[in-house]
């Protein structure tokens, strides 16, 4: 039950990212920029002396500042020294961090975003609420679950492995209403084909990766629209090096072995398919910045203050082994890459610029940029640079209509920079204002959202749990101790953390007190201490993480209603209260905390039913509310390593969450402990055991 509600929170807080920063940005109802120099991304040229009027979201007129009359009381804003371009657009994210991504993004121009995969539900969800308004951020067209072959590379993916299972996920995923459709590297042939031909059929791109199974020739001929990283390019380089491969590469390091060659390559040779890219219109995102991202963690020396806006859990993902391994193949192939990305332009290729953002070291809004810069240094001009960032992906993604180019009847999406991109890519960097679907954002508003990202993220960072906070007296227990031990998590198989916990039985009730030691993720370490009665029912709570700047919470029950108090340095949050039945389920971000809901729990074998349940710290302090159906399941004799069998009951759970149905499994011993887990989500599973020996000192 703990578990179950893990997501979900994160989600909630997720969403109400826009709440978290104080920045108010003026709306921009009847404003004025004069007499500024507009960029016409689509002429490549600059017109100088316009005046752009905005009202209710629109660009309501454009033209010389002496025949645009401003009404009276409009604000004005002096263009005098700045060029006004188009919002940005990159055109590959993962949204998995829309507290910090959002004002990140806007911080440097970029108004509209595509996203590339993740859990169907989730990513939807995000992208309504960044379209309505709800959410800071750029807009966004998204799409959803990956199609991807089985086993799937990614547990949000759609896994199918036969041409009529490829066509009901693409039916599931449009009637879902994602935008596109993105296929992936384990598919079949005949499988692509299928995804590929059923999208089309439905009025849907189908963009992605080039299955291992086939060539990049291969799936022009089935008619794939877009391709991301300049994904099966390898292949075509190795022939065209005249060191023909037959088997496909299967890991990022052969991929970059490939790309070495490139230089030896027949340029002739490999004309000819980005002749046939381009004659078909197919949109190649090449997102050099991500390789070249990942090649910072080669060197050792590397320090990058951006990191400083990065959630502790992303910086967590990134500082991995496997980046590690990747990152000197990577640094080796940012110039061949480069160079390709600059003959496809000469071949006319639709290429939009694009970062893969989440992965290692690409940061929201600066990494398209940067991006830019790189495209520019591949020898494209800096006006098709610029249009790769606007006008092109607005035509791709259908939303030229409103996008893509300052105009009459345009939304109001654009960007003031104090000098002129089209001389030099890198004057996109020197921003003045972003105006946001009308909304309008000065350089001081933009300063202020970069310092409360900075701030938020620097509070949420945890600290090191040393041995001499350990050793307080806050495991000193009152009454007498019945359990100790630890729990220790994985997920997809890597690890997530300990849970250090005792429990003890007063005249009054239970004792119960975690330490809490995730490893990754979205929730920070903390400390749980909680008083039951003696039926195993919450009397109060409390709640600190480990942070730089710590959340303390405390939690009591009054009658049917569960209240949470809260604060975080000198800032007090309002109070929060649910109201929770007499057959609810509480719960937090211990595992030893379970025991509670497990005491209320009554059913025989083959029964279910939905309890409602409250739960709190995971990620956020507040009180979050989820219906969880449970049914005991066969009791069956567990044996764990290290320690006798032992007879244990079994139940499943099932709940909504916004990224869609979770699953989970619990096995119970005698007491009601839990001694095994797991959580099926859409983007993995986590698994969560008692070590052996659960009456030993933590």
Known sequence: MKNQRWSSRAVAISMAAVCMFGVTPVRAANVAVQNVSLVDVEAGAVRTGQTILIDEGKVQRVGPADKVQVADGAQTIDGGKLFAIPGLFDSHVHYVSPETFGPLCIAHGVTFVRDLGGATEMILHTRDQLNSGQLLGPEMIAAGAIIDGVPPIWPFSEPVDDPEAARAAVRKLADRGVNFIKVYSMLKKDVHRAAVEEAHARGLKAVGHIPLSMTLTEALDVGQDGVEHLEGFDVHICEAAGEPITEWPRSYRDVFERWERYPKADQAKLRGLYERLARQGVAVCPTIVVIKSIGLAADPNHQDTWLDYV?????????????????????????????????????????????????????????????????????????????????????????????????????????????????????????????????????????????????????????????????????????????????????????????????????????????????????PPSDVAVTTDRNYVLVSATWRTLTDTPVEAVYTRAGDKIIAEAKQGETHHPKNELSLPSDGLFGGPAMAMEVMGFKQVKLDVGQSKTYPSIGFGLPSWELDSTPVKMERLPDETLALSGDRPIATQVYSAVFPTPMGEFSGKSWIDPDGLVVKSTLKMPFGTVETTLEPGADSSP
């Open 311 to 523: 959630p502790a859990y992303l910086r967590g993902f990134w500082n991995s082994e496997r980046t590690r391994r990747m990152a000197p193949g990577a640094a080796r192939s940012v110039g061949p890459m480069q160079q390709a990305v600059g003959e496809l332009h000469k071949a006319g290729v639709l290429l939009l610029c694009g970062t893969d953002l989440a992965n290692p070291n690409v940061i929201a809004g600066h990494s398209l940029l940067e991006e830019m810069e790189l495209f520019q240094g591949a020898g494209i001009p800096a006006a098709d640079v610029v249009r790769s960032a606007t006008i092109r992906p607005a035509k791709f993604f259908g939303v030229a209509d409103r996008l893509g180019t300052i105009a009459e009847g345009k939304t109001a999406s654009l960007v003031l920079v104090r000098a002129n991109p089209l001389e030099d890519v890198r004057n996109a960097r020197q921003i003045e204002g972003v105006f946001l679907k009308g909304r309008y954002f000065d350089r001081k508003a933009l300063d202020e959202l970069l310092s409360d990202v900075r701030r938020t993220v620097k509070a949420d960072t945890p600290v090191e749990a040393t041995a001499a906070r350990d050793a307080k007296d806050d495991w000193a227990m009152p009454g007498e101790v019945i359990r100790r031990g630890r729990y220790r998590s994985t997920f997809q198989g890597m690890d997530a953390g300990t849970e250090d916990f005792a429990i003890s039985r007063t005249a009054e009730g239970y004792v119960i007190k975690a330490k809490c030691r995730p490893t990754g993720g979205m929730t």
